[in-house]
């Protein structure tokens, strides 16, 4: 296993910026997450690691050693990407024992390492099939066990599930949550998809236009997110980000958005006397919010319903808000479904409120309790 550091890196790609200044490490053993929409500087972030790519700029370390200029073969880094890199003449035993067949290793430890790689990652009964017979999902855990079976010092993944149907997804991504929990190789893992990585990441990296946004634990990241980008990234429905003026100077504290007020429950003083009457960006999660049936909470208009099976998100306008502001998803019981054009209010968790300076790159209050 390894650490690996990237120290400054910067890299340009037809005459753009692809990354900038990112200064970003993964630990021994750590599955490390970088997520952000397409063109975010993601692959590039894994290729420059692979030695595929060359810096423009800054350091990248390996074990504490500089391996900027060192060719890709000699970093003892395996790469998967997201299309299956199977041999198809050949079936799963062969193809996991051809790179190791190419290094000249003795037949009896290409034999123990095939058995013991899918035996861990839970694929030794696809070993005498040919990949032609194999399903998608079938096929990506057999391309991972082929860059496994080398028990390289660092995985780069990119973006390794993407071409699955969601419910073959779901099942590879479990499978290789149980791998990466017994094998603890260090690991950077580029997706698109945020609950990929809230799955399987220990942190995330968080990057946007080439620039590293934030990083942290899945949960810390998604409770207690310092940007907009971050909490409006991760969630599903992502958090609603509603623009308006605090308003904290009476005994009740709310942000009015047009003529819409959402309450977000006491504030400690010192807050409320720096951000009294100032422009802020109110952030709710729709698991936080609720239709209240009696008075209370902002007056809204239903403008649609999703099913989801275990609840349904009911996709509400403010009435009062300006045009521009997103519609708010609240999630209900499953027996709730108010039909399209009913009035209903809205009440938000006042401890789950969230609240971000006028530009969206600092948070400043998380709901905690008033002191």
């Not at 429905?237 to 100077?249: F, I, S």
């Not at 010192?270 to 909470?297: F, K, M, N, P, S």
Request: proline share 6%; aromatic share 4%; hydrophobic share 45%.
């Amino acid at each position: 296993m390894a650490t690996i550091e990237l120290a400054g890196a910067t890299s340009r790609t037809r005459g753009r910026w692809a990354l900038r200044d990112v200064r970003l490490a993964v630990a021994d053993g750590e599955l490390l997450a970088v997520v952000g929409p397409s063109g975010a500087g993601k692959t590039t972030l894994l290729r420059l690691v692979a030695g595929l790519e060359d810096l423009a700029g800054g350091d990248l370390l390996i074990d504490g050693v500089s391996v900027t200029g060192v060719p890709t073969s000699s970093r003892d880094l395996a790469m998967v990407v997201q299309d299956a890199a199977l041999l198809p003449h050949l079936d799963v035993r062969r193809n996991l024992a051809f790179p190791l067949r190419l290094r000249r290793m003795p037949p009896a430890e290409v034999a123990a390492r095939v058995e013991a790689g899918a035996q861990v990652l839970g694929i030794r009964q696809l070993l005498d099939r040919r990949p032609d017979t194999l399903s998608a999902g079938e096929q990506q855990m057999g391309a991972i066990g082929r860059v496994t079976v080398r028990r390289p010092s660092a995985y780069l993944m990119d973006e390794p599930l993407a071409a699955l149907d969601p419910r073959e997804r779901d099942r590879v991504r479990t499978e290789l949550r149980r791998y990466v929990d017994d094998a603890r190789v260090t690991t950077l893992y580029a997706t698109n998809d945020q609950r990929e990585a809230m799955a399987l990441a220990d942190r995330i990296a968080v990057l946007r236009d080439g620039c590293l946004v934030e990083v942290g634990a899945p949960g810390e990241l998604y409770a207690r997110p310092r940007s907009v980008f971050t909490a409006a990234f991760l969630g599903e429905p992502g958090m609603v980000l509603l623009r308006g003026r605090l308003e904290a100077g009476g005994r009740r504290a709310f942000v009015r958005v047009g003529g819409a007020d959402v309450e977000i429950g006491p504030l400690p003083d010192a807050l409320r006397r720096a951000w009294d009457a100032r422009e802020v960006i109110a952030g709710l999660r729709a698991e936080h919010l609720a239709l209240a049936t009696a008075d209370g909470g902002t007056p809204a208009t239903v403008e649609a319903v999703e099913v989801l099976g275990a609840t349904n998100l009911v996709h509400v306008s403010l009435d009062g808000a300006p045009a521009e502001s997103p519609r708010v998803a609240v999630r209900v019981e499953p027996s709730t479904r108010p039909g399209r054009g009913t009035p209903v209010r809205v009440l938000a968790t006042p401890a789950r409120v969230h609240l971000f300076d006028p530009d969206g790159e600092r948070s400043f209050w998380h709901g905690e309790p008033a002191t």
